[in-house]
């Protein structure tokens, strides 16, 4: 969708950027830009495209994407797969959370989520059995893992499939991303998150 021409003054004078810096990078005259800036041409549907996308180039280059790394939570709460169900349900609740991985010997190994054990209790023949079962008998895939230079955007389309996402740095797990960690960054102020 092609914006309104002064939207093109406007992006071009907020990126702090002159009619002939703009020009050079579009390849087209600086004259042209002021026809088209003061409304004195209708420029071509191709010159508007070669404007625009340079300035959203230039937009992007300048705000580089928010990563994972930045808004992930770093204190990562961990339940032990030979824990009790009992027990992974207290920490759970204990911190407020709706789901946690699960490690074995330090490494991930499965999930437990809220829906993790709804499904457990729902299926068991002895409901009140499940408390003391072992998370590893219970437990979900592990989470998804990403770099924490991943852009947000390729996570928050990962967070539609999965309840959370492990941040790693050299593949060792330095942080957990979930939806509420999306709707911080949502909630937060636009000069915060860079």
Known sequence: MIPEIEEIRHVRRELGLTQKELATMAGVSQSLIAKIESGLVQPSYANVKKLVECLEGEKARRQPPVSVGKVCARNV????S???VRDAAILMRKHGFSQLPVRRRGSPVGSITDKVLSDAIATAERPELVASQKVEEIMGEPFPQLSETTP???AS?????APAVLVVRES???GMLTKSD???VLASEPASRR
Do not use: D
């Not at 709460?77 to 032990?80: K, L, S």
């Not at 389309?157 to 499939?161: P, T």
């Open 82 to 84: 030979t824990e009790s």
């Open 77 to 80: 709460v961990w339940c032990e």
């Open 172 to 174: 060792e797990p330095v």
């Open 152 to 154: 947000l955007k390729v």
């Open 182 to 184: 999306l709707l911080k």
């Open 157 to 161: 389309m990962l967070l539609q499939y």
